[in-house]
């Protein structure tokens, strides 16, 4: 059983950790907004360079939030709230080039959108946590294995089962999960062996604020 878990746990690590590797073509993002996946560094100064097609990218980007993006596609599997994340990212992509650029209009068009895009973050960040956690849940009940969020925001994941009799094994699945929960910007990550735990244990994860732009470095 305790390799099983193990393997469940390594699972969705690879699931989390697969951005590191980002700039893959095979990156997806919700086809009904007009967000590209990363390029090439040529690709991007091109972008960069092209004015009429960064203002034309930025605009199509607003009426896309404008017009309301579909959000309730990015729940129910690990994969599907991390495309949430991709997301994310790629609109922090456009904005930064957008801030660099050394036209004016590029330059208000890019502020907007990041306002926007930071207003949906916070909105969709505490919604997002909770479903990846039940989603991660999916993944580990038959391992008797529960999660939950708790608090303010759902800023907190906790994990409740006989595997974390063990302290070994919190050790062992805290190094795997860092940098997913990190990710969602969780603050803290619980380990209870069972329900009335009283002396379980924590970390605190040092996340970014939900409002602030995503970013997989």
Not at 150 to 170: M, S
């Amino acid at each position: 059983m305790k390799r099983k878990v193990q393997h469940l746990f390594s699972a969705i690590a690879l699931a989390g950790f697969i951005f590191i590797a980002f700039g893959s073509e095979d990156s997806q993002v919700e086809p009904e907004t007009s967000t590209e996946s990363f390029s090439s560094t040529t690709a991007r100064e091109e972008t960069v360079n092209d004015v009429p097609n960064q203002i034309a990218q930025l605009k199509r980007e607003l009426v896309s939030i404008e017009d309301g993006v579909n959000f309730s596609t990015y729940r129910n599997t690990i994969e599907a709230t991390q495309m949430e994340l991709v997301l994310f990212a790629a609109w922090a992509k456009t904005i930064n080039e957008a801030l660099i650029s050394e036209n004016s209009e590029i330059n208000a068009l890019g502020e907007e959108l990041e306002r926007k895009v930071k207003n949906i973050q916070v909105k969709e960040f505490p919604v997002l946590r909770k479903a990846y956690a039940k989603a991660v849940y999916q993944k580990l009940w038959e391992q008797n294995i529960e999660t939950q969020v708790l608090g303010n925001k759902n800023k907190t994941i906790q994990f409740t089962g006989g595997y974390f009799a063990n302290n070994g094994n919190k050790m062992k699945t805290q190094e795997t999960l860092q940098e997913a929960l990190k990710m969602f910007r969780f603050s803290r990550v619980n380990y209870k062996w069972y329900k009335y735990d009283n002396d379980y244990t924590y970390y605190e994860i040092d996340s970014p604020d939900d409002s602030e732009l995503m970013s997989f470095n």
